[in-house]
T-cell receptor, first 116, second 110 residues
Framework: EAGVAQSPRYKIIEKRQSVAFWCNPISGHATLYWYQQILGQGPKLLIQFQNNGVVDDSQLPKDRFSAERLKGVDSTLKIQPAKLEDSAVYLC??????????????FGPGTRLTVT | ELKVEQNPLFLSMQEGKNYTIYCNYSTTSDRLYWYRQDPGKSLESLFVLLSNGAVKQEGRLMASLDTKARLSTLHITAAVHDLSATYFCAVDQGAQKLVFGQGTRLTINP
């Protein structure tokens, strides 16, 4: 079974530029998450989708971050404009979801963003 | 707001020794996860603990959950170098929303 795919793996941009990350979850997984992991810290949830609807985006900085999950499969996370403090690894995860009672989240390899 | 605290944050130990990592959390939850992260890599799921008193073991690692004490432990038996990594606990605060601890960076020396 293929895992969670993310691209690009690395991105370097200047502050005030925009950037987009892509995630393809495990086939059949209804729930998709985006996390931000700053160096030396645990991942912090940014947004959670159930199919193509947003379940929780309370920690997403909506003035600069946006995310969508069209057709309930792939997802993109965008930052516009980027700030220095956005330098982090952005992790995508997916799970089968509440309906199945199986909550384990599987993580992708992440995108390491450096803002200069 | 749910707070998750791990200790120690850094742990250097010798091969063959036993040690325990602790994960405390501030509000009620009956679902807790342990993950492993190698440098530059993503998170690998180790254990899912779903109820009070749950205990799971895989090789030299054993995890337990005490929901009344709001405490989980990850015990390492006879450590080997391959277990060097950062270990995270994560607590489900409801609707599958995980709050992670700060992580414990474990270094096992020959």
């Amino acid at each position: 079974e293929a895992g969670v795919a993310q691209s690009p793996r690395y991105k370097i941009i200047e502050k005030r530029q925009s950037v987009a990350f892509w995630c393809n979850p495990i086939s059949g997984h209804a729930t998709l998450y985006w996390y931000q992991q700053i160096l030396g810290q645990g991942p912090k949830l940014l947004i959670q989708f159930q199919n193509n609807g947003v379940v929780d985006d309370s920690q997403l900085p909506k003035d600069r971050f946006s995310a969508e999950r069209l057709k309930g499969v792939d997802s993109t996370l965008k930052i516009q404009p980027a700030k220095l403090e956005d330098s982090a690894v952005y992790l995508c995860a997916s799970s089968l979801g509440q309906r199945t009672g199986l909550y384990e989240q599987y993580f992708g390899p992440g995108t390491r963003l450096t803002v200069t | 707001e749910l707070k998750v605290e791990q200790n120690p944050l850094f742990l250097s130990m010798q091969e063959g020794k036993n040690y325990t990592i602790y994960c405390n959390y501030s509000t009620t939850s009956d679902r807790l996860y342990w993950y492993r992260q190698d440098p530059g890599k993503s998170l690998e799921s180790l254990f899912v603990l779903l109820s009070n008193g749950a205990v799971k073991q895989e090789g030299r690692l054993m995890a337990s959950l005490d929901t009344k004490a709001r405490l989980s432990t990850l015990h390492i038996t006879a450590a080997v170098h391959d277990l060097s990594a950062t270990y995270f606990c994560a607590v489900d605060q409801g609707a599958q929303k995980l709050v992670f601890g700060q992580g414990t960076r474990l270094t096992i020396n020959p």
